[in-house]
């Protein structure tokens, strides 16, 4: 037994801690003349000078030594902590040498996070979501770990520290467009997942009660999901305009070529296959004996669909819905291109002025956006899980 | 109490029963048994109306089925299927009370009849009713499928395969015990199986179907002894003589047999072992363990090396056992006669290869 647990090691947390010290060697902050330019990489050591390189790196090596040897509870709590001291001391480094830099220069210039602190965040989270698994039977250090560098970044954003890192610059100044978009894109997602679930559901349903309807249906569903999103909107230009020039009162509702209305269907036609396909298969592998025990018993249909299909198929129901909704947040940035806006027009923005700061101001919130939806989705299955399937 | 008058069940052209009548009276239990395919599950869910005929008439109690709402038959009607079709959301309480529930019983009078069945079916009640479905074992959940269909106390229970899904050893367990249970209750069944083992020892009457007609429809005894054409003589096979001794319990044939503790002294064995042949040896809870045989004493010998042991479980049959266990396992052991034990395993006599030849004699001679 001491023998087995001297050799356990935390391969996932190796490789994050590998990528952690990689990342040391790399350009850390870059020093542009204006938002535009591509301006200077500077490293570690010119970003952060001698005491923060030497800490960070010596931060790194450190959890690639806890990583390597064992697994143990102190082991994994630690090499959290030590991880989640990365990420803040990356950042509170960097907001504080982001003002260095910009003191002595003219007032067009900014500080862009360069290379190296995106993989040094990104190995720093590789390693903690190890450290998550490894704590499973404790929620309270796994919430601690996993929450605590992200909550301590965000007081850093609302206090001002990371004011001069051009990606912040960009938010405060277009900080109202953000939350106009942040709002487009969040109706955008919502109202189309609502309506898919409206349309998909009974879609479903009708699919498991006639043969007739099964095919065609999974036929098209099949048919849009494979469609590329870009082609689904510029596909919908045609026959909406042409519908809101028949009938011009349709324009009052926003019928139009371009703009909500399109996107909002093209994404509820997206959201239908997982839709449609989780009520499918949710009530179609429920065991026939539980439906034949429930009519034999004396139970009509709706009973038997209200206290039988109804919660043992929920939880599928749900997860084809989760399915759809992260998907929905991906695919709504893409309606940016038709003029519905979302944080999409960031990205579209960025790409076109080469501002890559802007594209990363709309892609991080979209990235948030669709975690948060995905656990809140899996919560709301879980919960909807009847007690009875979640024993074993 | 039920009454099918020639009904027929076709599906386009395919005549699944066949101009089928049959009357079963209150309190018996008839098994619808033959081929896979012959109709018999096709039968029982006509009569509660699962499935309606193409045509004929069922009568229950004397009403005539097509005139009563299907969910309102089916409640007063106990519903058992062989995969049990146990709801997994709900614990094992809630799944026994679906019907009392659709027929608006109080709570208290719910949880009272849950307790009662949960004890019924052998399961303690305070340790299964808060269970869920994938907690039980396979004849847990099949107990209680079988709590559940009893569980407004229908006088009529429609069973198909209820001890289907299960191992040999726990279905003849169960069956045992549903006879029990039977003989308390005293129900009218309809029970479909294609286990003639199972019909014969479960079964007032049994009606073998072929191809959706009524082959023939007597008790066990008669359709054992004379079977009524050459598709009746193959399904109950060559051995029938040998099934017919499955009707019979070894109750009333166990006899007082000599017996010894384990820890005796040679004189008591000797002086237990009288003209004997052997004496069975029992532990200190009464279980067969071995025996001594009269020929190997003698006055030098201790008890310990003259016991031939043997496992309790192996040497013994319970005492709800058929003549055809008991005799089978004589034969298996090449013993002359066998211990016959208790539940508990505790000993109580035994029974000997001539009863089990007497009783085949006087069966053969009841039905010749």
Not at chain 1, 221 to 237: D, H, K, R
Not at chain 2, 107 to 131: F, H, Q, S
Not at chain 2, 222 to 228: E, F, G, T, W
Request: net charge positive; aromatic share 6%; glycine share 8%.
């Amino acid at each position: 037994m001491t023998i087995r647990q001297r050799f356990t090691y935390d391969s996932v947390a190796i490789t994050g801690s590998i990528i952690g010290l990689l990342s040391i060697p790399l350009g850390w902050l870059t020093l542009k003349p204006n938002r535009l330019a591509a301006g200077t990489s500077l490293t570690m050591w010119e970003s952060f000078g001698a005491e923060g390189t030497a800490i960070i790196t010596a931060l790194w090596l450190v959890c690639l030594g806890l990583s390597l040897f064992g697994k143990k509870r102190w082991h994994v709590i630690s090499l959290g902590i030590v991880l989640n001291l990365i990420f803040i001391i990356t950042f509170v480094l960097a907001g504080a040498n982001a003002s260095r830099l910009l003191a002595n220069e003219a007032s067009f210039a900014r500080v862009s996070l360069s290379a190296g602190i995106w993989i040094t965040s990104l190995g720093a989270y590789i390693s903690i979501f190890s450290c998550r698994q490894g704590l499973g039977n404790s929620l309270a250090w796994q919430n601690l770990i996993s929450w605590s560098g992200l909550a301590i970044l965000a007081i850093l954003l609302g206090v001002g520290w990371l004011n001069n890192l051009s990606v912040v610059t960009e938010f405060i100044e277009q900080e109202a467009r953000f939350r106009q978009e942040l709002a487009n894109h969040v109706v955008l997602f919502t109202s189309s997942v609502v309506a898919g679930a409206l349309l998909g559901i009974p879609l479903g349903m009708w699919a498991t009660r006639s043969r007739h309807a099964e095919k065609p249906i999974f036929f098209i569903a099949n048919i849009l999901q494979t469609v590329p999103s870009l082609a689904l909107f510029g596909l919908l230009i045609a026959p909406l305009s042409a519908l809101s020039f028949a009938f011009p009162a349709l324009r009052e509702w926003g019928i139009r070529g371009i703009g909500t209305a399109p996107a909002i269907i093209a994404l509820v036609l997206y959201s239908l296959l997982p839709i449609v396909r989780n009520t499918y298969v949710g009530l179609t592998q429920l065991d026939p004996a539980i439906i034949d025990a429930g009519l034999g018993m004396g139970m009509n249909r709706s009973q038997v669909f209200r206290r039988i299909e109804l919660p043992l198929s929920a939880p599928l129901v749900l997860e084809g819905l989760r399915t759809a909704s992260v998907q929905a947040v991906g695919n709504a940035t893409v309606a940016a291109l038709i003029g519905a806006g979302g944080l999409g027009w960031f990205i579209f923005q960025g790409i076109g002025q080469a501002a890559n700061d802007v594209v990363i101001l709309g892609a991080l919130p979209i990235i948030g956006l669709a975690l948060v939806v995905d656990t809140t989705m899996r919560l709301v299955v879980k919960v909807a899980t009847p007690k009875g399937m979640r024993v074993r | 109490m039920i009454r099918l008058e020639h009904v027929t069940k076709k599906y386009g052209d395919v005549i699944a029963v066949n101009d089928f009548s049959l009357e079963v009276s209150r309190g018996e239990v008839c098994v619808l048994i033959g081929p896979s395919g012959c109709g018999k599950t096709t039968t029982l869910r006509m009569i509660n109306r699962l499935i309606e005929p193409t045509s004929g008439r069922i009568f229950v109690n004397g009403d005539d089925i097509s005139q009563i709402k299907p969910e309102r038959l089916r409640q007063s009607i106990g519903y058992a299927i062989q995969s049990v079709g146990l709801f997994p959301h709900m614990t094992v309480a809630a799944n026994i009370a679906v019907v009392p529930e659709l027929l608006g019983w109080r709570k208290e009078r719910i949880a009272r009849r849950t307790e009662e069945l949960l004890r019924l079916v052998g399961l303690n009640p305070k340790e299964y009713a808060g269970k869920y479905v994938s907690q039980l074992s396979g004849g847990e959940a099949q107990r209680i499928g079988v709590a559940r269909a009893l569980a407004a106390d229908p006088p009529l229970l429609l069973m198909d395969e209820p001890f289907g899904a299960v191992d040999p050893l726990t279905r003849q367990r169960l069956q045992t015990q549903f006879v029990r249970i039977q003989q308390e209750l005293k129900k009218t069944i309809i029970l479909v199986t294609h286990d003639l083992d199972e019909a014969i020892r479960m079964a007032d009457r049994i009606a073998i179907m072929q191809a959706g007609r009524l082959v023939q429809y007597d008790t066990p005894e008669v359709i054992l002894s004379k079977p009524a054409n050459k598709f009746v003589l193959d399904f109950v096979g060559t051995d029938r003589a040998l099934k017919r001794l499955s009707r019979i319990g070894i109750g009333k044939f166990v006899k007082p047999a000599p017996s010894v503790k384990a820890d005796a002294s040679i004189r008591e064995v000797m002086l237990a072992i009288g003209g004997c042949h052997s004496v069975w040896v029992l532990d200190e809870d009464d279980r067969p363990i071995g025996w001594i045989d009269a020929a190997s004493i003698h006055k030098e010998a201790t008890v310990g090396e003259l016991i031939v042991r043997g496992d309790t479980d192996e040497i013994s049959v319970v005492n709800y056992a058929t003549l055809r266990d008991a005799l089978s396992r004589m034969l298996g052991l090449g013993f002359k006669c066998i211990p016959v034990v208790d539940e508990r395993k505790r000993f109580i006599g035994e029974i000997t290869l001539g009863d089990v030849e007497a009783a085949t004699v006087e069966v053969e001679e009841n039905h010749a």
